[in-house]
């Protein structure tokens, strides 16, 4: 039943990110000096025109978020994508080719790891700014060292079975192999780690925008919108704690439907459930 209301809830989020345009009630950007810290609608003499509120510069709450969503999901989702692009290609050269290639990704990957990410990150935006395309890139390569470590282990597993065995004997190439024959065994494991990774980029989109390091003014995004609030809680505690409950929601409900999917796709979970 939980799994259910997640898949629910998360495809909900995707509709209200995609159609944002038809469903913010305001300009999410027009300020209103006039309506300043406005109370929600439902709090006792609150505006009535504006269901969550405004901000300190008049701007719809509501509006706000449904366009902050709309960013950081879309920057997570491409860096789930490319990251998961990245590092499937890379696991699938190194479970492949082997040697040389083999222990380059491996060092690499050890490297990745050894170093604190959010440092890296930190760096890279110091020495080439605060564009969108700099964050997009950043969040692309965040986590690919997971998908390689984990495709290369299964590349390497997939490799000895008898259907790859069959198509090579019937003169099928490398590439034809990996495409045909071990790709498609890949899309289960490549999604169960598309779930649990995403909440993990969407954080870190959050966090990056918290420290003004993320997506820059006028443009919502979620953790934004809690860096330029945090200093209103006393006054109007909506501003800052709207975006935070959305953000623990969304990553809540993908982390339940990332969790319920390893189960469906662990075979020894389903042999232990039979027996």
Not at 229 to 243: E, K, Y
Request: proline share 5%.
């Amino acid at each position: 039943m939980t799994v259910k209301i997640c898949l629910l809830g998360m495809i909900a989020v995707f509709a209200v990110a995609i159609f944002a345009p038809w469903i913010a009630p305001y300009d999410p950007n027009k300020t209103s000096i006039l309506n300043s810290l406005r109370a929600p609608s439902w709090i006792a003499g609150g505006d009535p025109d504006h269901l969550l509120g405004t901000d300190k510069l008049g701007r719809d709450m509501l509006s706000r978020l449904v366009y902050g969503l709309r960013v950081s999901v879309g920057l997570a989702v491409l860096g789930v994508v490319i990251g998961g692009i990245i590092g499937t290609a890379l696991g699938m050269l190194a479970g492949f080719v082997g040697g040389f290639w083999d222990r380059l990704v491996s060092t690499v990957v050890d490297v990745q790891i050894a170093i604190p990410f959010l440092l890296m990150t930190l760096v890279a935006i110091a020495a080439l700014g605060t564009d969108m395309w700099v964050l997009i890139a950043l969040l692309g390569i965040a986590g690919w060292e997971t998908y390689a470590r984990v495709v290369r282990a299964q590349v390497i597993a997939i490799r000895a079975r008898p259907f790859v065995e069959a198509a090579y004997a019937g003169g099928a190439t490398h590439r034809r192999v990996a495409i045909r024959e071990v790709l498609p065994n890949l899309v289960a494991i490549l999604t169960v780690l598309f779930t649990l990774n995403f909440p993990a980029i969407l954080l870190l989109e959050a966090s990056l925008s918290f420290l003004g390091l993320g997506v820059q003014p006028p443009t919502p995004s979620l953790g934004r919108m809690v860096g330029d609030n945090r200093n209103d809680l006393a006054l109007a505690w909506w501003t800052a704690l709207s975006p935070v409950f959305l953000i623990l929601i969304v990553t809540l409900m993908i982390q339940l439907i990332g969790d319920w999917l390893r189960d469906v796709f662990d075979v020894r979970l389903r042999e232990g459930r039979r027996r």
